[in-house]
């Protein structure tokens, strides 16, 4: 049994940072594309960032030059540091990792992110 599991939501003042945390618990993580969605109440999850197992990044155009994307494959761990914070960020915020050799995915039970204006 895979378990992915989100850590370090909270609330913050607009400006301000936040670093999450996924750790996956079994050996796929290194072989894993690991990828953070976000969902608002009311609108559709959407993709925020993502780390290829060759530590390749994508961004979503509305957090580029924020948030940064990085992995410890010792840890299995990856982590999403999220500054300059904005209130429009506010969401929870979920940890997708998706073991492409066997077309499957796995999700963490997200942490929520709220920040005040």
């Known amino acids: 049994q895979v378990q992915v599991v989100e850590s370090g939501g909270g609330l913050v003042q607009s400006g301000g940072s936040l670093r999450l945390s996924c750790t996956v618990s079994?050996?796929?993580?290194?072989?894993?594309?690991i990828n953070w969605y976000r969902q608002a109440p009311g609108k559709q999850r959407e993709l925020v960032a993502a780390?290829?197992?060759?530590?390749?990044?994508d961004y979503a155009d509305s957090v580029k030059g924020r948030f940064t994307i990085s992995r410890d494959n010792a840890e299995k761990t990856v982590y999403l540091q999220m500054n300059n914070l904005k209130p429009e960020d506010t969401a929870v915020y979920y940890c997708?990792?998706?073991?492409?050799?066997?077309?499957?995915?796995?999700w963490g039970q997200g942490t929520q992110v709220t920040v005040s204006s």
């Open positions: 079994r050996s796929i993580f290194s072989a894993s594309t």
């Open positions: 780390i290829t197992g060759n530590s390749d990044t």
């Open positions: 997708n990792a998706h073991l492409g050799i066997i077309g499957k995915d796995f």
